[in-house]
């Protein structure tokens, strides 16, 4: 039901190759097809999605329509939950990828919840029967990712889907998409969304579930929100004549183009200070290194192409100045962030803040950071990642 969590769709055109094909599963796939009725609902809100944003056409969440019934996309499902009075439902969505599983560094790249249907967090049997199948998943997907599965926030919200399912008696499966290193795109977690839920169409199916342990779903940590995209620690960074010793905290986000053709990162400083107590997908302790400020390479916009990118980059630079530039140009595919001549840019780090600047150990530059993205000078080989425009 939100527009730019579309994890799960992929998933689910996987399950329709599956229930169509002819293999070695042809058991499994006979018995469930023979035992269920299965409905699907690949893309409640074809608004949001084309846009790749959360909210509809009039930028509602839907998942705050299910007392209301304002909007088409909320009657429907309103509509399909009564016309077909489901035992079970699968809710399914994208959380933010920087949750922990509880109070640790490791990301919780699937959680699950079963929904309060009261401010008591009551657990009736419609809810129960929702744990219960939420153990049958957890324990085949900690085959995978042991340790990166939790639980979301179970606070009763009286406005969502979920929750209203759970009242209306259907038992509602909430399964929330995080994260996992190096798989932005999450084409991993998009099998484990798979995995997650054909475990529970053959649960459902062979009624595994009503024999598990609901004190097993009670043990599964809540989401934390400990993690960042980058996180540099113990570095010196001088202000006043004086140096402090500090963390830095960065995290990218995806920012659609105004056509919503293509998507880049900005990459900025999301907190600094004391970090201690976070991770970082990329976690480096740099104790004795310094923050220093990136350098602007001035250069013709016709010899841009020609630039030594690999030398820029070990020099510290972190900016390339030109003399124009297209004025339809939203990022760049480029390393560097590009500069039109006359336009002003802060180069000074600092909080909240483009995290642009370089890391010195020893009067030798040792990480170039450019939009978030990390570069190691003694690399030899680099990564191109977009930059930024400014003018």
Same mark, same amino acid.
Do not use: C
């Given at each position: ?12 055109l996987?399950i329709?190759?599956?229930l169509?094909?002819?293999?070695n599963?042809?058991?499994l ?10 409905y699907f ?8 999605a084309?846009?790749f944003?959360?909210?509809n ?8 329509d ?16 009564d016309?077909l009075k ?7 969505h994208?959380?933010n ?5 509880g ?15 009261n ?30 599965i939790?639980?979301?926030?179970d ?5 969502? $889907?979920? =929750? %209203?399912? *759970?009242?209306? @008696?259907?038992?509602?499966? !909430?399964?929330?998409?995080g994260?996992w /290193?190096n798989?932005e795109?999450k ?10 839920i ?10 595994l ?8 779903y009670?043990?599964i940590? $809540?989401? =934390? %929100?400990? *993690?960042?995209? @980058?996180?540099?620690r113990? !570095?010196?960074?001088?202000y006043?004549? /004086? ?5 830095v ?5 995806e ?9 880049y990162y900005?990459?900025k ?5 004391d ?7 990329l976690?480096? =302790? ?15 916009k016709?010899?841009?192409k020609n630039?030594?990118t690999?030398?820029?980059l070990?020099?510290g630079?972190?900016f390339i100045?030109v003399?124009?530039?297209?004025k339809?140009?939203?990022f ?13 840019? =802060? ?9 642009n600047?370089?890391?010195w ?9 450019i939009?978030?993205?990390v570069y ?14 400014f003018?």
């Open positions: 039901m939100h527009g730019d969590e579309s994890t799960a769709t992929m998933a689910l996987d329709f190759n599956f169509s094909a002819d293999d599963f042809n058991k796939r006979k018995q469930i097809l023979s035992e269920l009725t299965i609902i690949p893309m409640l809100n074809p608004d949001g084309e846009k944003k959360r909210r056409g009039l930028d509602i969440d839907l998942n705050r299910a007392l209301r019934l304002q909007f088409p996309e909320s009657q429907i499902l309103k509509t399909v939950r016309t489901p035992k079970f439902a699968f809710n399914l994208d959380q990828t920087r949750y922990s599983t109070n640790s560094y490791q990301s919780a790249t699937i959680s699950f919840l079963a929904p309060a249907f401010y008591k967090k009551d657990i009736n049997e419609v809810r129960g029967n929702t744990m219960k199948l939420i153990v049958n998943l957890f324990e085949e997907l900690k085959k995978f990712i042991p340790g990166h939790a639980k979301y926030n606070d009763f919200e009286p406005r969502a $889907f979920g =929750d %209203n399912f *759970i009242k209306w @008696v259907t038992s509602s499966v !909430l399964i929330e998409s994260g /290193k798989d795109e084409q991993f977690i998009r099998k484990l969304n798979f995995i997650s054909l475990t529970g169409l053959n649960s459902i199916t062979n009624k579930y009503v024999n598990a342990d609901i004190d097993v009670k043990s940590p $809540f989401n =934390d %929100n400990l *993690i960042f995209d @980058v996180l540099l113990n !570095l010196k960074i001088k006043k004549n /004086k140096e402090y010793t500090i963390d905290g960065i995290n990218k986000e920012i659609n183009t105004k056509d919503y053709s293509k998507a900005e990459g400083v999301e907190d600094w200070g970090l201690s107590i976070f991770y970082g997908y976690d480096l =302790d740099l104790i004795g290194s310094e923050i220093k400020e990136s350098k602007i390479y001035k250069i013709t016709m010899n841009l630039i030594d690999k030398k820029l070990k020099e630079y972190g100045e003399d124009s530039l297209d339809n140009l939203e760049t595919d480029m390393p560097f962030n590009i500069i039109q001549k006359g336009a002003k840019v =802060d180069l000074v780090p600092g909080y909240k803040k483009y995290a600047f370089t890391i150990k020893n009067n030798k530059l040792i990480y170039n950071v939009n978030g993205y190691d000078t003694s690399g030899e080989i680099f990564k191109k990642h977009n930059g930024l425009i003018r």
